[in-house]
Structure formats: structure tokens, C-alpha cells
């Protein structure tokens, strides 16, 4: 059999080499994960990686198209909804039946979880693979996490009838602006002398979008395999919680698109809901639980927020690369 044929057979089920490179990915961080120096530098890197990646959103967004994107009141508030009050009632749900199953610490993982505000980076990465409204995905993704800095410990505090304190909102607020609003905000002003040049090599961002996800996907293994998160439960249990993971996921997914439907969106309007409202923040999530909660049941409290993590990237990188390839012509 040819390469072509096999290539040509793997599309059929719904593969082509960037998923695979992705599968490839994650058994990489499985089995040599970025530990030490290494996983600093690998931070650096994906640091700017994802810096670049807004600079040339800036750089190919109109500003009407932004304007738009923060005036879509249906998906703006639809994120935050999703985000802030369908999580919070699926994971208060998910804390009553994980008690009979878990550790107490594993049923308010699940509650810290719903609480989180939504990812950035592989939210918007996603939503541009697949073809959705990149622009609104920004505006939704980034107000998701700033409104979440001070609403999440809010929420965390009225659902344990406990009173933690949230850190310094101010310092989440300019960690993202470093990284996302500043080049995208740069992207905007040389966009009168790049745009051009950028929209005739549409596959640099391309590259850019697939590899800061890789990159994401990478860092995200490997800190959960340095992090030993596998050895924290029996096999069983980790088990019975990557099921509970993928059916929250999918639930969500589902909650979210119907939403989107009902409510008369837009396929491109859909598909940013869909990776800003059923995804959940890794980077925010584990330093505020240092922050909120006791260190000795820090590392069983983050597990299910690990596991949803990594199964959310794996599931919505399909999703986006299936959905990029639907909509191309055949």
C-alpha cells in the first residue's frame, strides 16, 4: 500500500498527519516528559509561541471584525453562561456522586473545575482551525479569564460555604495582557503594512496555530506525568474519573452546541462557543489552587481539572481539524 493510499484511508477516519502528530504528541510527553531545564526553556518557548500566534491574529483581524466580536452579545454572554453557571451546576453534581466513589478532595477538584474561567490560547487556536469566529473567540476567551480571576473563588467560596482568599486579580489581569492583548494589540497597529503579506501566506499562521497547540498539548502531558498524578489512585479510580471527565466533556459539548442552535447562531458563531465555553483553564487553575487550598490536598484536588484538561485538547483538536475539513472544497 502506498503512502498515499494510507493517508487517504486515515482521512476517512477522520485522521491526517497533524493528528497524528498530535497522538505522537502526547505518547512523547508520556514517556519523555519536559522535566527541569528543559521544561523551563519549553515554557519560555511556549510562552512567545502563543505571543506570536496573537501578534498575527492582530495583524489579519479587521478592526469592524473585532468590534463585532465584542459587540455579538449572544456569544459573548453565551461563553460567560456556560462558563460560569451550567459548569457550576454539572459540577455540583458531580461532587455529590464522587463522594460515595473518591477522597473528599477529588469531589471539590470537581467543584474548583466548574468554577474555572475558560482556556485562551488553545481555545482561539481551535476555534481558527476549524474555521470559526476568531475575532468574537478573543473577545470571549479573554473576558472569560478576566472576569474569572475574581468570579471563581467567589463561586468556589459559595459552593464549600467557605470564605478562601482569591489572590491577586490584578497580577492574572496582566499576565494576560502580556502575553494575548499586548501583541495582538501590536499586530493591530502594523496591521496597515502586514496584513498583505500575511493573508498571501495564510499557511504561516497555520503553522503557528497547529504549533502552539502542540506545544500546549506537550507541556500539559508532560507536567502531569512530572506531577505524577497517575500514581495518586488505583488504576480503577483513575479510570472511573477519565470516564466521569469524558462524559462532563461531552455533556458540555452538547449543552453548548445546542445552545448555540437554539438560539439562532451562526455556524462560525457556534464553533467559538463551542472551544470558549466547554473548555477549561489548566494555566489559571493551578496556581490560584495553591493559593486557595491546603497544599496536602492540592495535588488530589487538581486531578480531575488535569484529566479534563488533557482530554479537552486531545478531543477538541479533532473536533477543530474535522471541522477545518468538512467545510474545505472537495
Excluded at 314 to 326: E, Y
Aim: a positive charge; hydrophobic letters at 55%; aromatic letters at 10%.
Amino acid at each position: 500500500m502506498t503512502l498515499t493510499a494510507i493517508e487517504n484511508c486515515l482521512k476517512r477516519l477522520g485522521l491526517d498527519r497533524y493528528l497524528i502528530i498530535l497522538f505522537l504528541t502526547v505518547l512523547l510527553a508520556a514517556f519523555l516528559p519536559a522535566r527541569g531545564q528543559f521544561a523551563t526553556i519549553l515554557s519560555g518557548v511556549t510562552f512567545w509561541a502563543i505571543a506570536l500566534l496573537f501578534f498575527l491574529y492582530g495583524v489579519k483581524l479587521s478592526l469592524a471584525a473585532i468590534v463585532a466580536g465584542l459587540t455579538n452579545w449572544k456569544l459573548q454572554l453565551g461563553c460567560l453562561l456556560c462558563t460560569y453557571a451550567l459548569f457550576p451546576v454539572l459540577a455540583f453534581g458531580l461532587f455529590g456522586l464522587s463522594q460515595a466513589w473518591f477522597p473528599a478532595a477529588i469531589g471539590i477538584g470537581f467543584l474548583y473545575l466548574g468554577c474555572l474561567p475558560s482556556t485562551v490560547q488553545s481555545s482561539i487556536a481551535f476555534t481558527s482551525v476549524a474555521g470559526g469566529n476568531v475575532a468574537g473567540a478573543i473577545c470571549a476567551a479573554s473576558l472569560s479569564n478576566i472576569v474569572g480571576v475574581v468570579l471563581c473563588p467567589l463561586l468556589l467560596a459559595i459552593v464549600l460555604h467557605a470564605s478562601n482568599g482569591a489572590g491577586d486579580p490584578l497580577a492574572a489581569i496582566w499576565k494576560i495582557a502580556q502575553q494575548i492583548l499586548l501583541p495582538f494589540v501590536l499586530g493591530q497597529l502594523v496591521r496597515p503594512w502586514l496584513s498583505a503579506f500575511i493573508n498571501r501566506h495564510k499557511q504561516t499562521t497555520m503553522l503557528v496555530d497547529r504549533g502552539s497547540i502542540l506545544l500546549i498539548v506537550y507541556s500539559a502531558f508532560s507536567a502531569g506525568v512530572v506531577a505524577g498524578i497517575w500514581n495518586l489512585l488505583s488504576w480503577g479510580h483513575i479510570g472511573l474519573l477519565i470516564a466521569i471527565c469524558v462524559i462532563l466533556l461531552g455533556v458540555a459539548m452538547a449543552t453548548v452546541e445546542g445552545s448555540g442552535r437554539a438560539s439562532g447562531m451562526v455556524r462560525e458563531d457556534r464553533l467559538a462557543l463551542l472551544f470558549c465555553g466547554s473548555t477549561k483553564s489548566l494555566a489559571t487553575g493551578l496556581p490560584m489552587a495553591g493559593i486557595l487550598f491546603d497544599r496536602a490536598e492540592v495535588a488530589l484536588i487538581i486531578l480531575p481539572l488535569m484529566l479534563y484538561h488533557l482530554i479537552q485538547l486531545t478531543a477538541l483538536a479533532v473536533l477543530s481539524q474535522r471541522s477545518a475539513t468538512a467545510v474545505q472544497p472537495q
